[in-house]
């Protein structure tokens, strides 16, 4: 459960499973009041921000992050690293870290289960090509 991870819980614009299948859109973005939430409960300006989103991948959460997310927290903060608070994302795609990466000021973005990386340039690795770099030209 959540409270065995020691996370909290937000939600996209998604009102239900059916909502983050058919509108992306809303899976990405989060209302106002869940961004004054994360602002008032999460980690403000961190090296790096890990969260888990149930997106695509929902069982995926369930079988790695409870053994990933502590070795993960713990190897960051060996190399001097600041990991903020982690919470998990309900309804979650992986843009979700274009709005939570500039939200929370933080340099760094790790998403479990929706499987992006947010880098203070705003890419996502493995995910979004450059500008210069077409779509069709990806070869990650």
């Known amino acids: 459960t959540l409270d065995d991870l020691g996370v909290f819980e937000v939600r996209t614009k ?34 790096v921000q890990i969260y888990c989103g149930d997106g695509l991948s929902a069982p995926s959460i369930k079988a790695n992050v409870p053994n990933m997310l502590p070795i993960l927290h713990l190897g ?42 947010w880098v203070k340039e705003w890419r996502f690795l493995f995910n979004m090509p450059t500008d210069e770099q077409k779509v069709r030209d990806r070869n990650f």
Do not use: Q
């Open 14 to 47: 998604c009102h239900d499973k059916y909502e983050m299948l058919t509108r992306p859109d809303c899976g990405r973005l989060f209302d106002e009041e869940t961004k004054d939430f994360l602002l008032k409960n999460a980690t403000y300006g961190a090296d």
């Open 76 to 117: 960051l903060e060996e190399e001097g690293i600041s990991v903020g608070k982690p919470f998990f994302v309900r309804y979650c795609r992986v843009n979700t870290a274009r709005e939570i990466g500039p939200l929370l000021n933080a340099k760094g973005m790790k998403v479990k289960g929706c499987y992006g990386l």
